[in-house]
């Protein structure tokens, strides 16, 4: 069971807009900790999108948005298209295990 | 361009030793921390370790101490991480990263992974 949760599977119309969740604790986001977001395209190593709560690295779409308010974080995708389908980790510091920590990851479908 | 290429993919058999490495290219390879990061099949991702490319210091996620080992070799920018004893439980996609800063190495967002390597390991 991974330490930050996200849901397993969100879904969205193209030119939709779709949210996922990552959850985390005292140890880590509630302890002041970034959010950093990965994409993982299918067959594809990941890859960063979102780093420090809500930067795009050059060549990310500004379609794709991070924020971060306590112990909860989320990524924001607006104008979904085909090609966003892939699979969408979290990633923190936790004080607990003196580590990285990831998300289980969610798979984004584009009906 | 910074580029990790790592080793292709591998099978072995319980018990069986294996290293598996992962090249740096495109930045000054002794400047930062490369780490490793698996992948079960389905699952999703967690932390290994990581080590210091030029001092060598090294920090281990508490579950895998003691059953891996990460290196370098600085003469060639080349991260390695090796099992003595394979267990079945350790098939996974291993992938090396560079986090992107040399001092809150642990803080900071995983700019650069490489192509992964997938390790079987079956009787």
């Known amino acids: 069971q991974s330490v930050l949760t996200q849901p397993p599977s969100v879904s969205g119309a193209p030119g939709q807009r779709v949210t996922i969740s990552c959850t985390g604790s005292s140890s880590n986001f509630g302890a002041n900790h970034d959010v950093h977001w990965y994409q993982q395209l299918p067959g594809s190593a990941p890859k960063l999108l979102i780093y420090v709560n809500n930067n795009r690295p050059s060549g990310v779409p500004d379609r794709f948005s991070g924020s971060k308010s306590g112990t909860s974080a989320s990524l924001a995708i607006s104008g979904l298209q085909a090609e966003d389908e892939a699979d969408y980790f979290c990633q923190s510091y936790d004080n607990a295990l003196g580590g990285w920590v990831f998300g289980g990851g969610t798979k984004l479908t584009v009906l | 361009e910074v580029q990790l290429v790592q080793s292709g993919a591998e099978v072995r058999k319980p018990g069986e030793s294996l290293k598996i490495s992962c090249q740096g290219s495109?930045?000054?390879?002794?400047?930062?921390?490369i780490g490793w990061v698996r992948q079960m099949p389905g699952k999703g991702l967690e932390y290994i370790g990581i080590m210091h490319a030029g001092d060598s210091e090294t920090r281990y996620s508490p579950s895998l101490q003691g059953r891996v080992t990460i290196s370098v070799d600085k003469s060639t920018s080349t991260a390695f991480l090796q099992w003595s004893s394979l267990k079945a439980s350790d098939t996974a996609m291993y992938y090396c990263v560079r986090p992107s800063s040399a001092y809150d190495f642990l803080l900071s967002e995983l700019d650069y992974w490489g192509q992964g390597t997938l390790v079987t390991v079956s009787s």
């Open positions: 495109g930045y000054t390879f002794t400047n930062f921390w």
